[in-house]
């Protein structure tokens, strides 16, 4: 009787791997990340400085550093990404200024987004335990802009939030949980303050 006392192969699983599952993680861990996060934001500021005098060029780097770009969507510099493949864009989508996507955790923004200058999405979660948040543990969930939502300025989405279709989130407001589609929602914590109906069209597109 032959006995073979190979140990099976152990995977070792990176920390983007980590990451991208939706798992705790290391963020000061793992060259990978450093490498992403430092090309990805190298790439955003070649897009500032390209835009005013070739804005075809600072395009076709947007949309190159992105996991998707729908036909139509636009943006304006400066732009702050941590992980460019982790953002997808849908057709006729307009970012404004001073656009933060931070952390890895996947960020889907519809067709027809308006969204305000300076907003910030938010995909990580650092640990609660103060001895596991200084060895850098973190998590990340994923954001869902759904089709025809505005954004206004300074507008913050925390993680793991969806915002409805057709919603409009109020400028300043800090959107903590999800937001149903068809309402306004305003305030830190953002609340629905109403629906959005049939007397909110005025006529212009009769003009």
Same mark, same amino acid.
């Given at each position: 009787?032959?006995?073979?006392?190979?140990?099976?192969?152990?995977?070792?699983?990176?920390?983007?791997?980590?990451?991208?599952?939706?798992?705790?993680?290391?963020?000061?861990? @793992? =060259?990978?990340?450093?490498?992403? !996060?430092? &090309?990805?934001?190298?790439?955003?500021?070649?897009?500032? #400085?390209? $835009?005013?005098?070739?804005?075809?060029?600072?395009?076709?780097?947007?949309?190159?550093?992105?996991?998707?770009?729908?036909?139509?969507?636009?943006?304006?510099?400066?732009?702050?990404?941590?992980?460019?493949?982790?953002?997808?864009?849908?057709?006729?989508?307009?970012?404004?200024?001073?656009?933060?996507?931070?952390?890895?955790?996947?960020?889907?923004?519809?067709?027809?987004?308006?969204? @305000? =200058?300076?907003?910030?999405?938010? !995909?990580? &979660?650092?640990?609660?335990?103060?001895?596991?948040?200084? #060895?850098? $543990?973190?998590?990340?969930?994923?954001?869902?802009?759904?089709?025809?939502?505005?954004?206004?300025?300074?507008?913050?989405?925390?993680?793991?939030?969806?915002?409805?279709?057709?919603?409009?989130?109020?400028?300043?407001?800090?959107?903590?949980?999800?937001?149903?589609?068809?309402?306004?929602?305003?305030?830190?914590?953002?609340?629905?303050?109403?629906?959005?109906?049939?007397?909110?069209?005025?006529?212009?597109?009769?003009?």
């Amino acid at each position: 009787m032959v006995t073979d006392n190979k140990m099976p192969p152990v995977l070792v699983r990176s920390e983007y791997d980590k990451m991208v599952a939706g798992e705790w993680y290391r963020y000061r861990s @793992g =060259p990978e990340l450093a490498e992403l !996060t430092t &090309s990805t934001q190298r790439t955003c500021r070649q897009i500032t #400085a390209l $835009y005013d005098d070739d804005q075809a060029a600072a395009h076709a780097l947007f949309v190159g550093m992105l996991a998707s770009v729908g036909d139509g969507a636009d943006f304006r510099p400066p732009l702050y990404l941590d992980y460019g493949s982790r953002l997808r864009v849908g057709a006729n989508t307009f970012i404004n200024a001073d656009f933060l996507a931070l952390g890895g955790g996947e960020i889907t923004i519809g067709a027809n987004v308006l969204v @305000g =200058p300076s907003a910030r999405f938010y !995909t990580p &979660s650092h640990a609660v335990d103060v001895v596991e948040r200084r #060895a850098g $543990y973190e998590r990340v969930s994923p954001i869902v802009i759904e089709d025809d939502v505005w954004l206004g300025g300074n507008v913050v989405v925390c993680p793991g939030v969806t915002i409805g279709a057709g919603s409009i989130i109020g400028a300043g407001s800090v959107v903590t949980r999800d937001v149903p589609p068809g309402v306004i929602a305003v305030g830190n914590p953002a609340r629905v303050v109403r629906a959005i109906g049939p007397d909110d069209r005025v006529g212009l597109d009769m003009l």
